[in-house]
């Protein structure tokens, strides 16, 4: 995967300094654009700003929770749109894991993950075509 997304954005949100150095030096490797925030609502400026294709979300964050800001991020947007999620938690309860994906979440990671769990994940969802936006349909060429 070296290099294979150099025209997409990852967004890597979590309140941990150590997780955010290392999801970052390792996403590094993909040629993707890489942003950080440390809490919730620094979270939703950068991904309002920076529209990126695809954000790696942590549950738990200071100033608003990982579920607050998917609920912003995701509002109004239809199924697949851009940006696609994937949520890191250490929460192992089922509970939260579907409450996560009637929000949108389009993966969902318990803490401690395997590095090439999140590899496989990030290389799906950044291979996929994003759903058009609401109001527009796609239309192929005759």
Do not use: C, W
């Not at 294709?53 to 579920?67: A, N, Q, T, V």
């Not at 309860?93 to 993950?113: I, Q």
Request: aromatic letters at 4%; proline letters at 6%; hydrophobic letters at 40%.
């Amino acid at each position: 995967m070296t290099g294979a997304f150099k025209d997409k954005t990852i967004l890597v949100v979590d309140d941990d300094a150590d997780v955010v150095t290392i999801l970052t030096s390792a996403l590094e490797t993909t040629g993707a654009r890489i942003l950080t925030a440390s809490d919730g609502n620094t979270a939703v400026e950068v991904a309002e700003r920076d529209q990126p294709d695809l954000i790696i979300l942590d549950m738990m964050l200071p100033k608003r929770s990982g579920f607050l800001v998917l609920e912003r991020i995701k509002a109004r947007k239809p199924k697949g749109a851009k940006p696609r999620v994937i949520m890191i938690t250490g929460n192992l309860g089922t509970r939260h894991k579907t409450y996560a994906e009637s929000l949108g979440v389009e993966d969902y990671l318990n803490k401690p993950f395997r590095m090439d769990r999140l590899f496989s994940s990030v290389e799906r969802l950044l291979s996929e075509p994003a759903s058009p936006p609401a109001g527009r349909e796609s239309t192929a060429a005759s």
